[in-house]
């Protein structure tokens, strides 16, 4: 049996006040086993009600080498670790499709009390000191470019890299500017010594516990589903129709599914109107009675209590009921 070798993230992006990937497959209709919250389970791991797939757990900080090696063809990793390992240009790693869950910001970040406003402050702050600038972080590649695109940096020190150490590995010409890659919790560093962290940030929650601040941002980051070279061919098109089921379950937490009955005499009235405004996915769906007509629509969650408004008043709208939309596949 042809099988597709999926990987899906251990840690933040499983975590239900971050993303709960395993919400969004068990809302997409797969039948998953092994990996609640917290709770995931390699050898557990299974989603029953569809064969062709074959599941594992992958770090995001893995999950990138895994598919550029070929180890898995398809992965849900946030956008910020497939940059940190494709800016040599050597990871032939391609996104299927943005999920957008599990948003976070990259930044530089400093002391709370720290006076600069700018990466260029910070630099700028720093021209008379003789030892090294330390900068910790898990993104040692993102870090380094970072640096590297700041003018002022480029005015002192032109193209020569920072120096970058990942355990005993260290490369780079700039001795004065060194970034170290973090194990553990990165906020803490600072307050351990160091000058200056680099960290994805969801809320600022987590920088506030740590007295400190952001202090620029390097980008923006959300989850998506990414392929490697393996994915061709049946499982190139296995792994759409996985996107399209997991883009449902995103897209439908968008909207309320409603149903109402109108007078019968209202019925092109308010059919008009709801097809006019967009506020059901083709054209409502009615089901004419004696007196009344019920309509089911999908309207977006930011525009129920105003669309209810005009129903009741404009439309005399009675038995206005509303569900929760587990997938709208468009």
Known sequence: MNRIRLGLPKGSLNKKDRGNTQQVFLDAGYDIKGYEPDNEADKRLAIVNDPEIIAFLSRPQSAPVELSRELLDIAIIGEDWVREESISGKANIRRIGDLGYGRVRLVFAVRKDDPYESLSDFFLAQKEREN????FTEYVN????GVMQNDWYQKRFGNKRPLVQIRGLVNGENELVQIINSDGVTEGYIAKGADI??????????????????????????????????????????????????????????YFDVKFNVP????????????????????????????????????PRERFPSTVKTLREAYSASAIVRDEVKQFIR
Request: aromatic fraction near 6%; glycine fraction near 6%; proline fraction near 3%.
């Open 142 to 145: 993102l870090a380094r470019q």
């Open 264 to 299: 019968n005499e209202q019925v092109e009235r308010v059919r008009a109107y709801l097809i006019s405004d967009g506020l059901c996915s083709d054209e409502p769906t009615v089901s004419e009675g004696e007196k009344y007509t019920a309509v089911n629509i999908l309207i």
């Open 197 to 254: 962290v680099v960290d994805n940030s969801q809320t600022g929650r987590t920088l506030t516990e740590y007295n400190l601040r952001e202090l620029e941002k390097i980008m923006e980051s959300s989850a998506g589903l990414y392929a490697g070279p393996s994915c061709i061919d049946w499982k190139e098109k296995k792994a759409n129709e996985i996107f399209v089921q997991l883009e449902g379950a995103i897209i439908g937490k968008k």
């Open 132 to 135: 090294p600038i330390l900068c």
